[in-house]
């Protein structure tokens, strides 16, 4: 059977009209004469979205009952057997109620694919997985219920539904996505205007990156090789060198001038590691890349030019930025053409920029450096040419006749080899320019004379030379890359440590500063900080012995920290390798500080989270109680003796119950106020826990019919403040009995442990999740914060801080059988500390 197909609905918020859309559509098919049914709709008591219900056919949903509450899902085996051409789904990534045959809604949308129904369903772009956090950052809501983005991206039609975040705002103020009592509460938190405005940005980029995902495809599969200039990429190629950052600027100015314009910076390296620019240079460059919005990639390739362009033709791009060469016209006449002619010629349809910078070419020559052999190894060519030069001379005087010069030639002419092997340009120049001059003065007639009256002469002089340069020009690019495997080989194993350490969950800069002293073999190293603080040591340093220091930050800034390596002398041959270590401690250094900086401003965060919790929550909750306190009084003034007796007594209970309400707000505002700010006024001293469970019962109005009671009748007395103590219990009774169905009583009981009487208050709801528990003691939270009729949702965060300021705990545990169990312990007043009346610090 073929598979259905799957048409999403996108939103970047509730309430863009993604419902509304879907039923739109459906009333569409339906008049073309197409099998369309609802099989789930969640209207949220919007009377737009009902209203499109209707004339529309719909699947009745399953009902189904979880711990005592009676919940529906969408009745999929139903659905199969209607098997509608298309059927309408709503909220693709829902989560079923536990014991349902699949846990998620897109596994029962996946049966209906399988059974070929096509389907149009909805979703919002926070329920995707890998935006998931990033949503949590711009709203401070974490989202749990979340969908794979392999199913969105399986789709074979997306679409967002797109609203513009100030008339979604209108229309959430108009009472048409929530009631109107949550919408102030929506409007200050998760609906601001900053908050949409980059919720539709992600939603709109999200789906740029599948269309783009999407056009690659295309390509790939019908081989078209050649630019399609849908989007401007600018790709910025960077040697290591000093005008990468000028590169870089150009690059991100020509990307900015057009909308979704991309930054990609490009690296290349080639396989004999010749082509290498300084580490720290590149680290510093990578970083400008990533704070222009760019990304940085790395690429290997002996054909430098071609790499470029093969690179910039793989990511589709529109523009490549390079600089001018830094040679010079001399050394460009002895190499030939440089990079940029030869990207210009092999680029095609890709614009090239050739950007001037400081370090332009000069009048510089070609250099010949003999820099890639070590000290030694030169001195030891100049020995072996001293040595083995006068005694080839004796040797082959010794057996001098007129027909052995073409022996004494090759014999010279291996001495040379042997000494560009040996100690590279140098030595070999020196052997070359000495054996020249030997064999005219032994070999040459006339005899121990230097004269050259033969051409030929001067020419097996310069064939000399030309095959000590030569020679040594394979000797030193042996030796560099070999030198160069070396040390990448202890780059890699550097930074491989460093990796696992971390992932190991050790520090990243004790790790590097330990192997960065073991792979240079050094006699101690530090990292001090800015300040002068050590930051980490590994080793003993040596007083008055080999020391360097080296800055560790991007050049060109105020270092970050100083690196001090202590009991050798760095050669040319470690600086790489130190410049690497400095680059990766300035990125953990700078980890470091951005994690501080998080955790500061997550601290904030709260904070403000706090805050704007609480005028929201003086907005609208205290709103109702005033308004009907101030609308009953108005009526008693404007009627005056018109009013009738019965009248005027249900104006009076009615501003009263409005006052007391707001009386009772604004003292728990205040009590958590003082909770939070870690000062509440406790007066301890030896309490009746039975009395004070029956005070609270009576508070409440709630008798045997609603509370089942096993108390102790041998409990001690606990040390509390009654007061406080009666406050605690009204709130937690009060949530045991609002969650527990109407055929189910409250049990309180108290006990003796130890030293510590408990009150066990237990529920038959439907519990809280073992991950939500810390978050209903916050303040300002209601478990599914879907009743705004109940209250600020302060009264389990008061009743955790009023009982911890009483010396004791507040802890939730699972009722056997289901339910919630809220156990309050404190301490037996015969085993208490001595107590007084005080001011008691007590953080919530």
Same mark, same amino acid.
């Given at each position: 059977?073929?598979?259905?197909?799957?048409?999403?609905?996108?939103?970047?918020?509730?309430?863009?009209?993604?419902?509304?859309?879907?039923?739109?559509?459906?009333?569409?098919?339906?008049?073309?004469?197409?099998?369309?049914?609802?099989?789930?709709?969640?209207?949220?008591?919007?009377?737009?979205?009902?209203?499109?219900?209707?004339?529309?056919?719909?699947?009745?949903?399953?009902?189904?009952?979880?711990?005592?509450?009676?919940?529906?899902?969408? +009745?999929?085996?139903?659905?199969?057997?209607?098997?509608?051409?298309?059927?309408?789904?709503?909220?693709?990534?829902?989560?079923?109620?536990?014991?349902?045959?699949?846990?998620?809604?897109?596994?029962?949308?996946?049966?209906?694919?399988?059974?070929?129904?096509?389907?149009?369903?909805?979703?919002?772009?926070?329920?995707?997985?890998?935006?998931?956090?990033?949503?949590?950052?711009?709203?401070?809501?974490?989202?749990?219920?979340?969908?794979?983005?392999?199913?969105?991206?399986?789709?074979?039609?997306?679409?967002?539904?797109?609203?513009?975040?100030?008339?979604?705002?209108?229309?959430?103020?108009?009472?048409?996505?929530?009631?109107?009592?949550?919408?102030?509460?929506?409007?200050?938190?998760?609906?601001?205007?900053?908050?949409?405005?980059?919720?539709?940005?992600?939603?709109?980029?999200?789906?740029?990156?599948?269309?783009?995902?999407?056009?690659?495809?295309?390509?790939?599969?019908?081989?078209?090789?050649?630019?399609?200039?849908?989007?401007?990429?600018?790709?910025?190629?960077?040697?290591?060198?000093?005008?990468?950052?000028?590169?870089?600027?150009?690059?991100?100015?020509?990307?900015?001038?057009?909308?979704?314009?991309?930054?990609?910076?490009?690296?290349?390296?080639?396989?004999?590691?010749?082509?290498?620019?300084?580490?720290?240079?590149? @680290?510093?460059?990578?970083?400008?890349?990533?704070?222009?919005?760019?990304?940085?990639?790395?690429?290997?390739?002996?054909?430098?030019?071609?790499?470029?362009?093969?690179?910039?033709?793989?990511?589709?791009?529109?523009?490549?930025?390079?600089?001018?060469?830094?040679?010079?016209?001399?050394?460009?006449?002895?190499?030939?053409?440089?990079?940029?002619?030869?990207?210009?010629?092999?680029?095609?349809?890709?614009?090239?920029?050739?950007?001037?910078?400081?370090?332009?070419?000069?009048?510089?020559?070609?250099?010949?450096?003999?820099?890639?052999?070590?000290?030694?190894?030169?001195?030891?060519?100049? @020995?072996?040419?001293?040595?083995?030069?006068?005694?080839?001379?004796?040797?082959?005087?010794?057996?001098?006749?007129?027909?052995?010069?073409?022996?004494?030639?090759?014999?010279?002419?291996?001495?040379?080899?042997?000494?560009?092997?040996?100690?590279?340009?140098?030595?070999?120049?020196?052997?070359?320019?000495?054996?020249?001059?030997?064999?005219?003065?032994?070999?040459?007639?006339?005899?121990?004379?230097?004269?050259?009256?033969?051409?030929?002469?001067?020419?097996?002089?310069?064939?000399?030379?030309?095959?000590?340069?030569?020679?040594?020009?394979?000797?030193?690019?042996?030796?560099?890359?070999?030198?160069?495997?070396?040390?990448?080989?202890?780059?890699? +194993?550097?930074?491989?440590?460093?990796?696992?350490?971390?992932?190991?969950?050790?520090?990243?800069?004790?790790?590097?500063?330990?192997?960065?002293?073991?792979?240079?073999?050094?006699?101690?190293?530090?990292?001090?900080?800015?300040?002068?603080?050590?930051?980490?040591?590994?080793?003993?340093?040596?007083?008055?012995?080999?020391?360097?220091?080296?800055?560790?930050?991007?050049?060109?800034?105020?270092?970050?920290?100083?690196?001090?390596?202590?009991?050798?002398?760095?050669?040319?041959?470690?600086?790489?390798?130190? +410049?690497?270590?400095?680059?990766?401690?300035?990125?953990?250094?700078?980890?470091?500080?951005?994690?501080?900086?998080?955790?500061?401003?997550?601290?904030?965060?709260?904070?403000?989270?706090?805050?704007?919790?609480?005028?929201?929550?003086?907005?609208?909750?205290?709103?109702?109680?005033?308004?009907?306190?101030?609308?009953?009084?108005?009526?008693?003034?404007?009627?005056?003796?018109?009013?009738?007796?019965?009248?005027?007594?249900?104006?009076?209970?009615?501003?009263?119950?409005?006052?007391?309400?707001?009386?009772?707000?604004?003292?728990?505002?205040?009590?958590?106020?003082?909770?939070?700010?870690?000062?509440?006024?406790?007066?301890?001293?030896?309490?009746?826990?039975?009395?004070?469970?029956?005070?609270?019962?009576?508070?409440?109005?709630?008798?045997?019919?609603?509370?089942?009671?096993?108390?102790?009748?041998?409990?001690?007395?606990?040390?509390?403040?009654?007061?406080?103590?009666?406050?605690?219990?009204?709130?937690?009774?009060?949530?045991?009995?609002?969650?527990?169905?109407?055929?189910?009583?409250?049990?309180?009981?108290?006990?003796?442990?130890?030293?510590?009487?408990?009150?066990?208050?237990?529920?038959?709801?439907?519990?809280?999740?073992?991950?939500?528990?810390?978050?209903?003691?916050?303040?300002?939270?209601?478990?599914?914060?879907?009743?705004?009729?109940?209250?600020?949702?302060?009264?389990?965060?008061?009743?955790?801080?009023?009982?911890?300021?009483?010396?004791?705990?507040?802890?939730?545990?699972?009722?056997?059988?289901?339910?919630?169990?809220?156990?309050?312990?404190?301490?037996?007043?015969?085993?208490?500390?001595?107590?007084?009346?005080?001011?008691?610090?007590?953080?919530?």
């Amino acid at each position: 059977m073929k598979r259905g197909r799957l048409r999403v609905l996108l939103g970047a918020a509730p309430g863009v009209g993604k419902t509304y859309e879907m039923l739109e559509e459906g009333k569409r098919l339906l008049g073309d004469g197409v099998d369309v049914v609802v099989a789930v709709v969640e209207t949220h008591g919007r009377a737009a979205t009902a209203a499109m219900l209707e004339g529309l056919p719909l699947i009745p949903r399953l009902h189904v009952t979880h711990r005592g509450v009676a919940l529906t899902e969408m +009745d999929v085996d139903a659905v199969l057997e209607r098997h509608p051409t298309i059927a309408l789904v709503d909220e693709l990534a829902h989560t079923n109620v536990p014991g349902s045959r699949n846990a998620k809604r897109w596994q029962d949308v996946d049966e209906l694919l399988d059974a070929g129904i096509d389907v149009v369903t909805t979703v919002n772009v926070q329920h995707i997985e890998s935006l998931n956090d990033v949503v949590e950052q711009i709203t401070g809501v974490a989202q749990r219920e979340t969908i794979p983005d392999a199913v969105v991206r399986g789709a074979d039609q997306i679409e967002v539904i797109d609203l513009a975040p100030q008339s979604l705002r209108d229309r959430l103020s108009a009472g048409s996505v929530y009631p109107a009592e949550r919408v102030d509460a929506a409007l200050s938190n998760y609906f601001r205007l900053g908050n949409l405005t980059a919720l539709r940005e992600l939603a709109l980029l999200w789906l740029a990156d599948e269309v783009d995902s999407a056009l690659k495809a295309y390509r790939a599969e019908h081989g078209i090789e050649g630019t399609w200039q849908a989007r401007e990429r600018v790709v910025v190629a960077l040697t290591g060198g000093p005008e990468g950052e000028t590169l870089l600027r150009r690059g991100a100015r020509i990307a900015a001038r057009s909308a979704g314009g991309e930054l990609l910076a490009v690296h290349v390296s080639t396989q004999d590691g010749l082509r290498m620019g300084s580490p720290g240079a590149l @680290a510093a460059q990578r970083a400008l890349v990533e704070s222009l919005g760019g990304t940085y990639h790395q690429v290997v390739g002996d054909d430098v030019p071609r790499a470029l362009v093969d690179f910039a033709r793989s990511v589709n791009a529109t523009q490549l930025v390079i600089g001018v060469s830094r040679r010079g016209r001399f050394a460009a006449a002895f190499t030939g053409p440089g990079i940029g002619a030869t990207v210009i010629r092999e680029s095609g349809d890709i614009d090239v920029h050739i950007v001037t910078h400081a370090s332009a070419g000069g009048l510089t020559l070609p250099r010949l450096s003999g820099g890639a052999l070590s000290v030694k190894r030169r001195l030891l060519g100049f @020995a072996l040419a001293l040595a083995a030069g006068p005694l080839l001379t004796w040797l082959l005087v010794s057996i001098r006749t007129e027909d052995t010069i073409t022996t004494d030639v090759l014999g010279y002419q291996l001495l040379v080899v042997l000494v560009a092997l040996v100690g590279g340009i140098w030595p070999a120049l020196f052997a070359a320019v000495m054996s020249g001059l030997t064999l005219n003065f032994f070999f040459v007639d006339p005899f121990y004379t230097v004269t050259i009256s033969d051409p030929r002469n001067a020419w097996a002089l310069a064939l000399y030379v030309v095959i000590a340069v030569l020679v040594s020009f394979v000797v030193d690019r042996a030796a560099r890359a070999a030198r160069m495997a070396r040390r990448s080989a202890a780059e890699s +194993d550097l930074l491989a440590t460093v990796a696992g350490s971390v992932l190991r969950g050790e520090s990243a800069l004790p790790a590097m500063i330990n192997r960065t002293r073991e792979s240079l073999g050094l006699a101690g190293v530090r990292l001090v900080g800015a300040d002068g603080d050590i930051l980490a040591v590994d080793g003993e340093p040596v007083r008055g012995g080999a020391f360097e220091a080296i800055q560790v930050g991007p050049p060109g800034t105020t270092p970050r920290a100083v690196l001090e390596l202590h009991g050798k002398t760095l050669d040319a041959s470690d600086r790489r390798l130190v +410049d690497a270590i400095a680059a990766q401690l300035s990125a953990a250094l700078e980890h470091t500080d951005l994690t501080a900086t998080a955790r500061e401003a997550d601290a904030l965060a709260e904070t403000d989270q706090v805050r704007s919790a609480l005028l929201s929550a003086v907005s609208h909750d205290l709103r109702r109680p005033l308004a009907a306190a101030v609308a009953a009084i108005g009526g008693l003034r404007a009627a005056g003796l018109e009013l009738s007796a019965s009248d005027r007594e249900e104006l009076l209970a009615t501003a009263d119950e409005s006052l007391a309400t707001l009386t009772a707000l604004v003292t728990d505002l205040l009590d958590v106020s003082r909770v939070e700010a870690g000062v509440l006024a406790v007066s301890l001293s030896p309490v009746d826990m039975a009395g004070c469970v029956l005070a609270a019962l009576d508070e409440l109005g709630l008798g045997p019919d609603d509370v089942e009671l096993a108390l102790d009748p041998d409990l001690p007395p606990v040390m509390a403040d009654p007061v406080l103590l009666q406050r605690v219990l009204v709130n937690v009774l009060t949530n045991a009995q609002r969650h527990s169905p109407d055929d189910a009583r409250v049990l309180v009981s108290t006990s003796r442990l130890g030293g510590t009487a408990q009150i066990r208050i237990a529920d038959r709801g439907a519990g809280v999740p073992q991950e939500r528990r810390d978050d209903m003691f916050s303040p300002f939270q209601r478990l599914g914060d879907s009743d705004n009729t109940t209250g600020l949702g302060l009264g389990l965060a008061l009743s955790r801080g009023f009982t911890e300021g009483m010396g004791g705990t507040l802890t939730p545990e699972d009722t056997p059988g289901g339910g919630l169990t809220m156990v309050i312990a404190l301490a037996v007043a015969g085993d208490a500390p001595e107590y007084r009346e005080s001011a008691t610090e007590v953080t919530a």
